[in-house]
C-alpha cells in the first residue's frame, strides 16, 4: 500500500503545482495561448509577444481606462512608433472578466476576427488596464 500512496501523493503535487502555475499567469499570457491556438487551428504561424508593442498597447489601454471610454484615437502615431513595422492591426475591448470571454468576443465579430487572423502579423502586444484590452499585432 505504500508504495501506490507515493506516485499517488506525486500526482496531486504536481497536478497541485500546474492549477498554481496557471492561475498566476497573466491575462495577457492566456489571452495570448487562446489566440495562438486558434491562429494554429487555422494554419497560421502562432504570434510572438514583442515588448515593444506591449507597451505600446499598454498605453493605449491605459488612456482608454483615464477616458473612460473604448477608441482607436492615436493608432497612426502607434504604429509609427512601431518602428520595425509594415503594416499594424488593433483590436480594442472593454469589460471582458475573463481572456476566454475576451476571446470569444474578439472571434465572433468578423473585423475583429479578422485582425487576428492576419497571415501577415507576426509580432502582438497585449494589454488590459482596468476594464479595457487592446491587441496591437504587426508585421
Keep these: 500500500m505504500k508504495s501506490a500512496v507515493r506516485p499517488l501523493a506525486a500526482i496531486i ?13 497573466s491575462f495577457e499570457d492566456e489571452l495570448l495561448v487562446l489566440i495562438n491556438r486558434y491562429r494554429q487551428s ?8 514583442s515588448p515593444q508593442y506591449a507597451e505600446l ?3 493605449h489601454s491605459r ?4 477616458q473612460d471610454r473604448m477608441s482607436h484615437d492615436g493608432f497612426d502615431d502607434r504604429f509609427r512608433r512601431a518602428s520595425d513595422a509594415s503594416s499594424c492591426v488593433e483590436n480594442v ?17 468578423p473585423g475583429h476576427n479578422r485582425n487576428m487572423l492576419d ?3 507576426r509580432r502582438v502586444g497585449l494589454d488590459r488596464s482596468g476594464a479595457y484590452a487592446t491587441f496591437f499585432a504587426c508585421y
Design 63 to 66: 488612456t482608454m481606462q483615464e
Design 119 to 121: 497571415r501577415k502579423i
Design 93 to 109: 475591448a472593454w469589460n471582458h472578466q475573463t481572456p476566454q470571454s475576451l476571446f470569444n468576443g474578439w472571434r465572433t465579430s
Design 57 to 59: 498597447a499598454r498605453e
Design 13 to 25: 503535487v504536481f497536478l497541485v503545482l500546474s492549477v498554481q502555475i496557471a492561475a498566476a499567469s
Design 42 to 49: 487555422k494554419k497560421l504561424k502562432p504570434l510572438v509577444s
